[in-house]
């Protein structure tokens, strides 16, 4: 697909002169916590170009998609260096208590823009993150513990007005094959999901959908940026560097001396950078996730092929006896903290249970225990819906720098679809310093915003 910007006159963009190689982290007292490159690398041969440096910021969905395809796209025959910085360390952020459900559709069933390119490179992300996890081509998506790269597979969407009905009827024609939607009466949605109601007569299925662990793919994602550094590394000419920083960066300028371009990705915590207060377009807004058992002694489980339920609120079932029900939205929150108070807890069950309720009456007999929260970044709405941000912010920033520093942001509710596309397209556009790559539609808010 060309870019659906080319037409467009591309943003003044150039790359910063490149800083001066800092031969060792060390010496700054950063400690490494995981290196996927050996300890001593053999001496570059004379005339062989430096080392490139990439530091990027979180190790949620974003950060580490960034992060895998700057290892994948970075010059053949190179000395690379990746460094990824997160003080909760991978998946400890938002992305790590998200609820997994993953398909490239609305809530109204529509095929989102650009849908499939986000479903396949997220796709290939999966895959790389299953061969890494050791699970790649299994067919154990049913698989009830936290070992499980995916708890389920299908999810199911029963509407509950006319007017939605109307809607999902309609936009259930045009699918992905690669992601195909079935329109099912009450009968066979109730086959799939015994006790589920279908006040309209009427469900839409998605079967090839996927529930994710999301704390495990992205141990399983990290995972694969290590097998890569290492593999690369065997060669005589090639050397590439993956580490894990845990610790907080307090501002931009504390990495710009050390590298050649900085990856923001971190979420609503982007605008908390004094570069960036105040500059980047988005809303936080913070989503609480209730989770229930049934209780040892109920006979009846959730079946292990029975797909999740998407609906007013979503089920996303993890196992037989275990269920996520979300989410709440809480805008203008400033609260990050995953942990989740009473009061807090007793609202949001206050909130989903009755939606849950609507469509599966059962969930009345499962047991609340614990909830989870975190903080979505949500960009503005355009013609194309909800966009992630993209692009260099050094312009944004308004300081001159040796160092690019580039966001990945704005992901909102959708970041384990969307993470694969915007880190390869952001890759792209960092290795060869060529902002124009990124189509237009991600990177003109910095034009709304000027």
Same mark, same amino acid.
Request: proline share 7%; charged share 20%; hydrophobic share 40%.
């Given at each position: 697909m060309?870019?659906?910007?080319?037409?467009?006159?591309p943003?003044p963009f150039?790359?910063p002169?490149r800083?001066r190689?800092v031969?060792?982290?060390?010496?700054?007292s950063?400690?490494a916590?995981?290196?996927?490159?050996?300890?001593s690398?053999?001496?570059?041969p004379?005339?062989?170009?430096r080392?490139?440096?990439y530091?990027v910021?979180?190790?949620?969905?974003?950060?580490?998609?960034?992060?895998?395809?700057l290892?994948k796209?970075?010059?053949?025959?190179?000395?690379v260096s990746?460094?990824?910085?997160?003080?909760n360390g991978?998946?400890?952020?938002a992305?790590g208590v998200?609820g997994g459900?993953?398909?490239?559709?609305?809530?109204?069933?529509?095929l989102?823009w650009r849908?499939?390119?986000f479903?396949?490179?997220s796709?290939?992300l999966?895959r790389s993150?299953?061969?890494a996890?050791g699970t790649?081509?299994?067919?154990?998506?049913?698989?009830q513990?936290?070992?499980a790269?995916?708890?389920?597979r299908?999810?199911?969407r029963p509407?509950t007005?006319?007017?939605?009905?109307d809607? &999902?009827?309609?936009?259930?024609q045009s699918?992905?094959? $690669?992601? =195909?939607?079935?329109?099912l009466?009450?009968? #066979?949605? *109730?086959?799939?999901i015994?006790?589920?109601?279908?006040?309209l007569?009427?469900a839409?299925y998605?079967p090839v959908?996927l529930?994710?662990?999301?704390?495990?793919?992205?141990?399983?994602?990290f995972?694969?940026?290590?097998?890569?550094a290492e593999?690369?590394?065997?060669?005589p000419t090639?050397?590439?560097?993956?580490?894990?920083?845990?610790?907080h960066i307090?501002n931009?300028q504390?990495?710009?001396?050390d590298?050649?371009s900085?990856?923001?990705?971190?979420?609503?915590?982007?605008?908390?950078l004094p570069?960036?207060?105040?500059?980047l377009?988005l809303?936080n807004?913070?989503?609480?996730?209730a989770?229930?058992?049934l209780? &040892?002694?109920?006979?009846?489980k959730?079946?292990?092929q $029975?797909p =999740?339920i998407?609906?007013?609120?979503?089920l #996303?079932? *993890?196992g037989?006896?275990t269920?996520?029900?979300?989410s709440?939205?809480?805008w203008?929150?400033?609260n990050?903290?995953s942990s989740?108070?009473?009061?807090?807890a007793?609202?949001?069950?206050?909130e989903?249970?009755p939606k849950?309720?609507a469509?599966?009456?059962g969930?009345s007999?499962?047991?609340?225990v614990?909830?989870?929260a975190?903080i979505?970044?949500?960009?503005?709405?355009?013609?194309?819906?909800?966009?992630?941000?993209?692009g260099?912010?050094?312009?944004?920033?308004?300081?001159r720098?040796?160092?690019a520093?580039?966001l990945?942001?704005?992901?909102g509710?959708?970041?384990?679809l969307?993470?694969?596309?915007?880190?390869?397209?952001?890759a792209k556009?960092v290795v060869?310093?060529?902002e124009?790559?990124?189509?237009?539609e991600f990177t003109?808010?910095?034009?709304?915003?000027?």
């Amino acid at each position: 697909m060309s870019p659906s910007h080319s037409h467009d006159p591309p943003l003044p963009f150039s790359v910063p002169p490149r800083s001066r190689f800092v031969p060792s982290l060390g010496s700054c007292s950063r400690r490494a916590v995981t290196s996927a490159a050996a300890s001593s690398p053999p001496p570059s041969p004379a005339g062989c170009r430096r080392p490139l440096r990439y530091a990027v910021l979180g190790a949620g969905f974003a950060g580490l998609s960034v992060a895998w395809h700057l290892l994948k796209y970075s010059p053949k025959d190179s000395r690379v260096s990746v460094d990824v910085y997160d003080e909760n360390g991978v998946g400890g952020g938002a992305s790590g208590v998200s609820g997994g459900l993953l398909h490239p559709y609305s809530p109204k069933a529509k095929l989102l823009w650009r849908g499939a390119e986000f479903w396949k490179e997220s796709m290939d992300l999966l895959r790389s993150a299953e061969q890494a996890n050791g699970t790649a081509g299994s067919e154990d998506g049913a698989r009830q513990d936290d070992e499980a790269l995916i708890w389920r597979r299908g999810i199911l969407r029963p509407p509950t007005t006319e007017k939605a009905a109307d809607i &999902l009827l309609e936009n259930a024609q045009s699918c992905l094959q $690669s992601c =195909s939607l079935q329109v099912l009466d009450m009968d #066979a949605a *109730q086959c799939l999901i015994p006790g589920l109601r279908v006040p309209l007569n009427l469900a839409v299925y998605m079967p090839v959908a996927l529930n994710v662990n999301p704390k495990k793919y992205l141990q399983a994602l990290f995972c694969a940026c290590q097998n890569m550094a290492e593999k690369a590394s065997v060669s005589p000419t090639e050397q590439k560097e993956f580490k894990l920083y845990k610790e907080h960066i307090d501002n931009l300028q504390q990495l710009s001396g050390d590298y050649d371009s900085v990856i923001v990705c971190l979420g609503a915590k982007a605008t908390l950078l004094p570069e960036l207060t105040n500059k980047l377009p988005l809303r936080n807004c913070r989503g609480v996730i209730a989770e229930f058992q049934l209780p &040892l002694e109920t006979m009846e489980k959730y079946g292990s092929q $029975s797909p =999740s339920i998407l609906s007013d609120a979503w089920l #996303a079932f *993890q196992g037989p006896c275990t269920v996520s029900i979300g989410s709440t939205w809480q805008w203008k929150s400033d609260n990050y903290a995953s942990s989740v108070s009473d009061e807090e807890a007793l609202t949001a069950t206050q909130e989903l249970l009755p939606k849950a309720s609507a469509v599966y009456p059962g969930i009345s007999k499962w047991d609340y225990v614990g909830a989870r929260a975190g903080i979505r970044a949500m960009p503005p709405l355009t013609a194309n819906g909800s966009l992630p941000l993209l692009g260099c912010l050094n312009d944004v920033i308004g300081e001159r720098s040796n160092c690019a520093f580039w966001l990945v942001g704005g992901l909102g509710a959708r970041g384990l679809l969307y993470h694969g596309l915007v880190g390869k397209l952001t890759a792209k556009a960092v290795v060869s310093g060529d902002e124009t790559i990124i189509p237009f539609e991600f990177t003109c808010w910095k034009v709304s915003k000027a």
